[in-house]
């Protein structure tokens, strides 16, 4: 895979706008060089380390995770899910990434104390590989949201997908954020009447 090269783009207000005069014909004219900036050749561009581009992605994940959190829990005042923020992104694409935004546990029809974790995406791709947990990745979409079975691993001292829930153990994944919320908000309810009222939605 070829390796990326990032840089950093000139923000808007400092671009200058191009100058109406040719400054070959002013020279002609005047037999004067012009020493004004917007006349010269702009600024070389500024490669990023992957670091850098890694502590960027990580702050827009982390405020579109805290923006998150704050709809799922200015629902109804019983539903309310910890706040549990982190990020990882791709190696060798730090531009992309994932953030953790909560963890909860909810019961199912056969299935009883499911743990669960949500987590917002900048890409789309196919999700619950062995080895490689996102394949197939694709960047045209914006965000893709998804909720996973968690266990605790004892070994590493740490959580991981459940697959004994299901091969993948995703419960759900979309790229329409209005169904990502009405699907937390399901996995959160307490009882059967508030999931009817979250179906309505």
């Keep these: 895979m070829q390796k990326l ?9 400092t671009q200058m706008p ?6 070959h014909t002013e020279f002609l004219r005047t037999g004067r060089i012009s020493r004004s900036r917007e006349d010269w050749l702009p600024d070389e561009r500024r490669y990023l380390s992957y670091e850098e581009v890694a502590a960027r992605t990580g702050r827009r994940l982390e405020r579109a995770a805290e923006t998150t959190h704050e709809r799922i829990n200015g629902f109804h005042r019983s539903i309310k899910f910890p706040k549990v923020i982190f990020h990882r992104t791709l190696n060798n694409s730090p ?40 394949e197939q990745i694709k960047q045209n979409y914006g965000r893709m949201y998804f909720a996973v079975a968690i266990k605790p691993e004892a070994e590493a001292k740490s959580m991981t997908i459940d697959r004994s ?37």
């Design 18 to 23: 191009p100058s109406s005069k040719a400054v």
């Design 165 to 201: 829930f299901r091969d993948n153990g995703l419960l759900f994944q979309t790229v329409d954020p209005k169904e990502a919320l009405r699907n937390v908000l399901m996995l959160g309810a307490r009882d059967a009447e508030l999931r009817k009222i979250i179906a309505k939605l």
């Design 5 to 13: 090269r990032y840089y950093a783009a000139p923000k808007a207000e």
């Design 95 to 134: 531009h992309l990434g994932y953030c953790h935004v909560t963890a909860a546990r909810t019961n199912f029809a056969q299935y009883a104390d499911v743990k669960w974790a949500f987590y917002i995406a900048n890409f789309f791709a196919e999700l619950g590989g062995e080895e490689v947990f996102f």
